[in-house]
Structure formats: C-alpha cells, structure tokens
C-alpha cells in the first residue's frame, strides 16, 4: 500500500458527460502529480500541484482540468468525454522538500479506470 | 527534453532463468533514475532508484539496475525469475533538483511473460 488513495476505481460513462476522480496523497505529501495511461500512449504526465498550486502542466487536454484544495487533496476533472479518454488515470505523491529523504521518487495510487462508451 | 525508451515491448523467460531489461534515457543534467513494476490490475510500485554514488543499485524482490552514464542506460537485471515477476516494467527519469518538481517521464514499458 503506497499511501495515495484514488476513487473510484472504476467508472463507466457515455460520450459527452463529464466526471471527476478523486486523489488522496500520502500523508505529508505535498505534490500530487496526476499521468493517463492508455494502450496506445502509454504513461502520460498531464498535470502536478504543489501545495495548492500548479506546478507544471504535461499533455492535458484543454477539456480536462485539476485542482488541489487545502486539506492538499486533488481531483481531475474530465469533461465532454470522448471514446479515446478511456483509460486508466493514476495520482501520485511525493513531498518535494528540500532534504535529503526526498529522492524524488514518486508513490502511486491503484488508479482510476475510466471506460467511455 | 527528456525521453526513455525501452526497446523491448515483450521479453518472454522461463522460470528460473535471468532477465535484463533495456533502458536509455535521454537528458540534460544529472537524471534521478527509476524502475517500477506494474502488476497486472495495481499502481506502479517502485522497484529502485538511482540518484548518485554506487552505479550499480539493489531494489526489490531481488532486482538490480546499473547506471551507465557513457551509455546513457540503466538496465534492470534479476538473476533467476520467479513466476510472481510476470508483469509491466517502467523505466522512468526525473530532475535531480527539487525546483524543476521531480516530475518523472515514463519509458513504454516492457512487459514480462513467464513460461513455467
């Protein structure tokens, strides 16, 4: 169990709606990082927060959205839905503070699977 | 901008045999390096890392990876494969400094078949 919990873990929708998934990071943990992982794309970075700020911003489609609250969890918003948004999206954490028991490794939840149809 | 490839997409092993798995990574600066696992159905689990000294690191479940600079390769390599290592493996290389955010790119993957 890596610490980071994301709901739901599965979610069948239909084109055109939206949905939101949810992130819990590790307990600590600042930075949430938010990756797509599809057949054909493989792992895609599409968004981070730090401390309620973003951070930087990877291949997320303009129809997509995060955003990190105070208690320092996120949730991604997925809208007008498209058979090609099926896959499975997954959260991870990590403190990024400056000392030396940050490695920079990243802990990821179980993900989200989203299938559109 | 940095980038991975894992040459291999399929590496099929018997039981008992050994395993490398290809990584080169393409970077700027000094990269954070990491494997992880992906069983089938769960979250990426981290194997090891590297991020300075001994080139050669030890992981998890009896993996191992070596840093080769020249080469720009951090290779996985288990000496004898157990069926439970039947899974997605990803290479990934991130910043060795915290203000670029430790975002971490991802290799394609190679997924390992174990024959009995």
């Known amino acids: 169990d890596s610490g980071v919990t994301q709901t739901p873990k599965h979610l069948i929708t239909a084109t055109g709606q939206r949905v939101t998934l949810r992130c819990s990071p590790r307990?600590?943990?600042?930075?949430v990082y938010w990756y797509q992982q599809s057949l054909d794309q493989g792992l895609q970075f599409l968004i981070q927060y730090y401390n309620g700020e973003e951070r930087a911003k990877g291949n997320i489609l303009e129809r997509f959205s995060a955003q990190q609250f105070p208690d320092l969890h996120s949730e991604l918003n997925l809208s007008s839905l498209e058979l090609g948004d099926s896959a499975l999206y997954f959260c991870a954490s990590t403190p990024l503070r400056i000392d030396p028991s940050d490695t920079g490794e990243l802990f990821f939840g179980e993900g989200s699977r989203l299938t559109v149809l | 901008a940095q980038s991975v490839t894992q040459p291999d997409i399929h590496i099929t092993v018997s039981e008992g045999a050994s395993l490398e798995l290809r990584c080169n990574y393409s970077y700027g600066a000094t990269p954070y390096l990491f494997w992880y696992v992906q069983s089938p159905g769960q979250g990426l689990q981290l194997l090891l890392k590297y991020f300075s000294g001994d080139t050669l690191v030890q992981g998890i479940k009896g993996f191992e990876a070596e840093f080769k600079r020249s080469q720009s390769s951090f290779n996985l390599r288990k000496p004898s494969v157990h069926w439970s290592d039947a899974a997605e493996y990803f290479c990934a290389v991130g910043p060795s400094f915290k203000a670029a955010g430790n975002k971490l790119t991802f290799g394609g993957g190679t997924r390992v078949l174990v024959k009995p």
């Open positions: 307990s600590g943990d600042l930075s």
